[in-house]
């Protein structure tokens, strides 16, 4: 955070494109601000590629008008997309992204955030802002070229750190369900704080979320999920009353039952921790394959190409819905808990339940249900078997079926599981990571005898069909998951003959035969 002089502002809005703005404005007659987060991000002194700019008057009329003084300086007018029902206009001059909205007021009712629109002032746009560090503006027009206006204090909340409404919360956040989310994520991403009347307006109007459609809402999840610290983000959902309404089965693992003097762990905290744990992985390895990039070609460091590749995600997605995983990783623990009065508290296929819920959570929240779905589920459904393995002797047949079933994703499985370590008991904690080391090191053995050819199965599901005359049915999986077995355990090469030979063998103890024409 620094305090800007008016010299400082003013050079701080040498860009080309923001004097060209302010020329076609005075060409124009009408007072245009730059607004919102550009602004808030030059006090924090942080890159923003995305200008809004306010005018009094015509939104669209001032883009055309921009576009045209471009035109006029580069030989080419750029394309300015139009939205008029919301009267603003949008123009990308190279790697900024401009947009032009008319100055107004808004009204709104019970059951919409789509508000009532008019012509306003200033004044009147600045007043329909979310959050007074997000309603800060920067006069364009020459003979004020750079003036802050600022009449919420703005500048004031961001020295302290803090979220506030311009106006009465219980307006803001009713008018705007929206609102309370990203006052979460705001909070969240600066890690401020977020006012104590503003807080106690999230909890009195929460239930009105229910207006917003789920994917407006997982937008700013997904924001939250991705900051330096999510699980801020997840408390403060939590304390204020949201993150029931949206995530319940993560508030379903919130509280500790103590029988007989035995109680289990917070699984709620002990899910953030291991988030916490997982995000600090995930930077160590950004910062890892940056610093290589650098050292290889340092034109090609980019923090978009450090994180692990393979399967069919892109980085950005690998980062956010590891996260995810991490997120729901023990959901299925509510649902499984039990009291043995030898073993204690028990969570027996907590894992597996978790895996079936996911598909389900997804749908609710309008999160993708394509292959990124496919891979919380799959990590989500896996994450204790490196445990089991870590907890026993670390056999290479263990480890070949966690590597086969993990696929491409198991450098992912591993970070989760890793992060999953949270016992205080520094001696217990200091033997499992031990022997997760050992279980790295066979995967990094079997990875480089090409474990895909050395244990995926020549003969596959369709091959059975054809060899026994079957239909898709129990006997094929039975013979599929038998074959692969027998590969992984290195019972038979991975070879046809042998599979072959093998699938015949076990055919006969089913009372199958294979047909003379396939063999």
Not at 89 to 104: D, T
Not at 447 to 454: P, S
Request: with cysteine; proline share 4%; glycine share 6%.
């Amino acid at each position: 955070m620094k305090i800007l002089t008016p010299e400082e502002l003013r050079q701080a809005l040498e860009h080309p494109v923001f004097h060209l703005i302010g020329e076609a404005a005075d060409e124009q007659g009408m007072e245009c601000y730059v607004i919102g987060g550009y602004v808030r991000d030059l006090f924090l002194q942080r890159p923003s590629a995305d200008i809004d700019c306010v005018v009094v008057g015509s939104g669209i009329r001032m883009a055309e008008a921009v576009a045209a003084k471009v035109q006029q300086r580069s030989g080419r007018k750029p394309h300015v997309a139009v939205y008029a029902n919301f009267g603003t206009a949008q123009i990308r001059a190279g790697r900024l992204e401009l947009e032009f909205v008319g100055a107004r007021r808004e009204s709104y009712q019970h059951d919409s955030r789509k508000p009532i629109v008019e012509d306003g002032t200033l004044e009147d746009d600045q007043n329909r802002r979310d959050f007074t560090i997000n309603a800060m503006a920067l006069c364009l027009n020459a003979g004020r070229y750079g003036e802050l206006v600022d009449p919420f204090g703005g500048i004031d909340d961001l020295q302290d750190g803090i979220i506030r409404t311009p106006l009465d919360p219980d307006i803001t956040f009713s008018d705007d369900p929206l609102r309370m989310m990203r006052c979460v994520r705001f909070a969240t991403q600066l890690n401020f704080r977020i006012d104590d009347e503003t807080f106690e307006a999230l909890g009195r109007n929460a239930s009105r979320l229910s207006i917003i459609s789920g994917e407006r809402t997982i937008e700013e999840l997904n924001k939250i999920m991705l900051a330096p610290h999510p699980s801020k983000g997840l408390i403060e959902l939590d304390r204020c009353g949201l993150l029931a309404l949206i995530l319940p089965e993560i508030t379903a693992l919130q509280g500790v039952q103590t029988v007989n003097g035995r109680a289990h762990k917070d699984n709620f905290y002990h899910t953030l921790a291991v988030l916490e744990n997982l995000v600090s992985a995930q930077q160590a390895r950004e910062h890892m394959a940056a610093d290589a990039a650098a050292a290889a070609d340092p034109a090609s460091a980019s923090p978009a190409d450090s994180d692990a590749d393979g399967g069919g995600l892109s980085p950005d997605d690998r980062k956010l819905y590891l996260r995810w995983a991490t997120l729901l990783h023990d959901i299925g623990k509510p649902r499984t808990k039990r009291w043995d009065a030898a073993l204690g508290w028990t969570f027996h296929n907590h894992d597996y339940v978790g895996q079936k819920m996911v598909a389900q959570l997804f749908r609710r929240l309008k999160l993708p249900t394509d292959e990124r779905m496919k891979y919380v589920a799959k990590l989500v459904g896996l994450h204790m078997r490196p445990a089991a393995i870590a907890d026993a002797e670390v056999t290479d047949s263990a480890v070949r079926r966690l590597l086969s079933d993990a696929g491409d994703d198991i450098d992912d499985l591993m970070m989760l599981c890793e992060a999953d370590i949270t016992s205080k008991n520094e001696v217990k904690k200091a033997r499992i990571l031990e022997n997760f080391r050992m279980v790295r090191e066979k995967l990094e053995d079997l990875k480089a005898r090409d474990y895909k050819r050395l244990f995926q199965p020549v003969v596959d599901g369709d091959d059975i069909m054809r060899l026994f005359g079957l239909k898709p049915s129990r006997e094929v999986g039975l013979l599929k998951t038998a074959l692969k077995n027998a590969v992984l355990d290195e019972q038979i090469p991975n070879e046809r003959a042998a599979a072959v030979a093998f699938l015949k063998a076990e055919g006969e103890k089913i009372g199958l035969k294979i047909l003379e024409s396939a063999e």
